[in-house]
């Protein structure tokens, strides 16, 4: 498959599957992955805001004559923002395609319990911690129960 330079890493992320043969846990890995990504770009995106809303002082020390860009501080930041925005839509919009294709082979999964820690860890995002107490189960049962899920976990073709 080819890739160019400016094609981002969700882009990257969801098409890795055509690649090679991955296993049943890095195939859903990759939503958790995006995710995780989109939150920190979410993060830089709220710092470059930040950045542009912030009033630069005047500057009292020795005045030297030159071209002065006529432009308030905040523009330098607008591309960026505009940029950044972007790039969040993009890895959304492939979040939702790849969450799709993700729960269209959960839906595959004939055991109940399997189906639900695989939903809860890998699109909701839960800890193990969190994932034994909703089921109800101990951390070792989640685990065992874990190990079979990826087992039994149908990777679409």
């Not at 969801?14 to 043969?21: H, K, R, T």
């Not at 542009?52 to 308030?72: K, M």
């Not at 595959?108 to 839960?126: A, I, Q």
């Amino acid at each position: 498959m080819k890739t160019n330079a400016n094609q981002s890493q969700s882009e990257e992320i969801l098409y890795i599957s055509e690649d090679y043969n991955m296993t049943a846990k890095e195939y859903l890995q990759q939503a958790y992955r995006l995710n995780e990504l989109i939150d920190s770009d979410v993060e830089e995106l709220e710092r470059l805001r930040d950045l542009a809303t912030r009033i630069s002082g005047p500057n009292f020390g020795e005045r030297v004559q030159t071209s002065r860009n006529p432009d308030p501080p905040f523009v330098r930041y607008l591309d960026d923002i505009m940029e950044m925005e972007e790039k969040i839509h993009r890895e959304l919009c492939n979040l939702v395609i790849l969450k799709k294709k993700i729960t269209e082979s959960l839906e595959k999964v004939e055991n109940r319990e399997e189906r639900l820690l695989l939903t809860y860890r890998y699109l909701d995002n839960h800890t193990w911690e969190q994932i034994a107490s909703m089921l109800c189960v101990s951390d070792r049962t989640v685990h065992r129960i874990h190990a079979s899920a990826l087992r039994n976990f149908p990777m679409p073709e």
